[in-house]
């Protein structure tokens, strides 16, 4: 089977590059038919994995954060439906975060994480199809691999994603400085969520989360409960909280307690639908995603992968 290795060069502040280097001396030893290409400014890792697809490579290893794995997997499909049938995909954890291979569990150590996928076996997993609404009010669509919010955690990506500080102090520090900022100047937004026609929640939400790996934002256990396969993403709606309650809950999100909090709303769900008069932005797998209003839809066993 061909292998095509996609590597974002600065994911992880350029870890990356070292991972690959381990990896590649692991493909080497076992004589494999690969090739490797880096994403660019002008070329995108959803768009070299399209070609690579397109061009017969019918098993594609990611190496990067959960943004760059999620935007891979995203150009392994069009309409929302895979380009070819025998496509496999393999995650190598190479970020800052890295919470979907916590959920598959792949190692971080590159060595292990290598000889794992090549010995793993293959199984199919679910996607959360995302439609957003975009700064022209055009719609977009995008394929959730891991985790979306939307709430204060939009907000600090939407920030992060315009603001000019990461080229002096790297993505890591500008996300935490503007997570802090977020916390005491976020104000909870008037959200409507449709559930189901006899299901609507409208409540004033601090953060409203669709979970279809079990952690996000470097390591909270948002879904401790979630299933890649199930066909159901963990539905979690942190209600009007204050900020002292927020700094509370920190705590209960490492341990995975969150949804017994008798603020948070917690269900296992196949769809929402949510709208509201403010602006509210989408945090998809740490990329901005446009903002409110937005359908969420699980999509089952749609993606073939090897770990």
Not at 25 to 48: C, M, N, P, V, W
Not at 80 to 101: C, L, M, T, W, Y
Not at 130 to 148: F, I, P, W
Not at 187 to 212: G, T, W, Y
Request: hydrophobic share 40%; charged share 25%; aromatic share 10%.
């Amino acid at each position: 089977m061909k292998i095509k290795v996609i590597l974002n060069p600065v994911s992880g502040g350029g870890v990356s590059l070292k991972v690959w280097k381990t990896v590649e001396k692991e493909l080497l030893s076992q004589k494999l038919d690969f090739s490797f290409e880096a994403t660019t400014y002008l070329k995108s890792g959803r768009e070299i994995a399209t070609e690579a697809v397109k061009s017969g490579y019918r098993w594609i290893i990611g190496i990067g954060g959960d943004g760059t794995l999620s935007n891979i997997v995203n150009g392994l499909f069009e309409n929302e439906k895979p380009i070819h049938q025998k496509v496999v995909f393999s995650p190598i954890p190479a970020g800052r975060g890295n919470d979907f291979v916590k959920t598959v569990r792949v190692p971080k150590n590159p060595k292990k994480a290598i000889k794992q996928i090549l010995a793993g076996s293959e199984k199919k997993i679910d996607l959360i199809s995302v439609q957003y609404t975009k700064e022209d009010n055009s719609m977009g669509k995008y394929l959730c691999l891991n985790l979306a919010d939307f709430g204060m955690g939009g907000e600090v990506v939407y920030k992060v994603n315009r603001s000019r500080l990461g080229k002096i102090l790297g993505g890591k520090a500008v996300f935490l400085i503007y997570t802090f900022l977020c916390l005491f100047s976020y104000k909870n937004k008037q959200i409507k969520i449709s559930i189901s026609p006899k299901e609507i929640i409208e409540n004033k939400c601090r953060l409203v989360v669709c979970a279809n790996g079990e952690y996000a934002g470097g390591g909270m256990w948002f879904a401790p409960n979630a299933k890649l396969d199930d066909g159901k993403f963990d539905f979690l709606a942190i209600q009007n909280v204050t900020i002292f309650e927020t700094l509370m809950k920190f705590g209960k999100l490492y341990k995975g307690e969150v949804k017994e909090d008798e603020k948070v709303i917690s269900k296992q769900v196949s769809e929402i639908t949510a709208s509201s008069n403010e602006d509210v932005y989408i945090d998809v797998d740490g990329e901005n995603m446009g903002q409110l209003p937005a359908k969420f839809k699980i999509l089952p066993k749609l993606l073939t992968i090897k770990c």
